[in-house]
């Protein structure tokens, strides 16, 4: 197959129509779409990424009110996170009607929903005018592709299209917030922060390890997240600390400086700007042939505790 490259938003919502899968950016990382009300468009998804069957999809839809489209019902407090998050990083997990295809959601009686904040996304979307079920564009387990080129090595030749953008913006998927019980809980931190959360309903929390609710959320269940590189936390370092083993043949990022010896350095402002480039990092000590890659440690707060996940996911500590 040959994957079609494009800038044209009404030649890729065309595909999209079609029943093809379509490679496009969002805020988060770039998407991978199929119309979410045809199970034979979504079983091409998870073909192409060979992903796993029990891991259920994020409907994007382009605006609040095609939400109805695929949830039986929207509580209160989610239309209260609606008018503060949306567009954004945030997916709502909903009670999902008896029409969504139960592929999009693994078999359970939910389904996750959000607005991307893109304005190819929302054009694509608009376009389309269908529901569109899209996990990240990689193969399952890889870090989350934030380029159109980064989805091109990875499904070139498997998917019908690529709509070409900027890279992503945010760098880390959504917040996944279940809003099915009486308090809304995030079952996968994201772009959206706990703290910002709780501005709106304060009762919002965390899922506790072992909740069974966790399995509502992609990215909870399986390995995500893995370059061909090992991955392990460093440092801080403090002044004149060598750097540790491996660290020839390692690239490091982080806020801090590392010791002399590393084979590439990926410096960062804050905690937004290392989650931008942490997938893209990773990537790029693929290509170098790297052997490692090291992560400084941090306190986390903010979309630092998303940013923590996704390495900790990547080192294999899920």
């Known amino acids: 197959m040959k994957t079609l490259l494009t800038r044209d938003v009404s030649e890729a919502a065309r595909v999209l129509v079609g029943g093809g899968r379509v490679a496009f950016p969002t805020e988060t990382v770039y998407g991978l779409g199929a119309r979410a009300d045809r199970a034979e468009a979504v079983a091409g998804i998870f073909e192409a990424k060979q992903r796993p069957a029990d891991n259920p999809l994020i409907v994007h839809v382009a605006a609040p009110s095609a939400v109805l489209r695929v949830a039986e019902a929207l509580p209160d407090h989610a239309r ?26 693994a078999g359970l ?63 880390l998927e959504s917040t996944v917030l279940d809003c099915t019980g009486a308090v809304p809980v995030v079952l996968r931190p994201g772009g959206v922060s706990l703290e910002a959360l709780r501005s709106i309903v304060p009762e919002t929390c965390l899922v506790t390890a ?13 390995p995500h997240y893995r370059p061909d590189a090992i991955v392990r936390w460093v440092g801080p370092f403090q002044a004149g600390e060598p750097a540790p083993s491996g660290s020839p043949s390692a690239g490091y990022i982080g806020i801090h400086p590392p010791p002399e010896g590393y084979a590439r350095v990926c410096r960062v402002a804050d905690q937004a700007a290392y989650a931008a480039e942490l997938f893209h990092f990773f990537r790029q000590c693929e290509a170098e042939g790297l052997t490692e890659v090291h992560c400084e440690r941090f306190a986390p707060d903010g979309i630092g505790h998303a940013l923590a996940d996704r390495i900790r996911r990547a080192v294999g500590v899920d």
């Open 80 to 105: 209260r996170y609606m008018d503060a998050f949306w567009p954004g990083p945030l997916t709502l997990v909903l009670p999902a009607r008896d029409d969504v295809p139960r592929i999009v959601t």
């Open 109 to 171: 009686d939910t389904v996750g929903v959000r607005m991307p904040d893109h304005p190819l996304a929302l054009a694509l979307l608009k376009e389309a005018d269908v529901p569109v079920a899209a996990p990240s564009a990689n193969r399952s387990g890889r870090p989350s592709p934030t380029s159109w080129e980064a989805v091109r090595d990875d499904l070139g030749g498997r998917i019908e299209a690529i709509l070409q953008g900027p890279p992503a913006r945010v760098g």
């Open 210 to 222: 072992g909740d069974g609710a966790a399995a509502r959320s992609p990215g909870t269940r399986h």
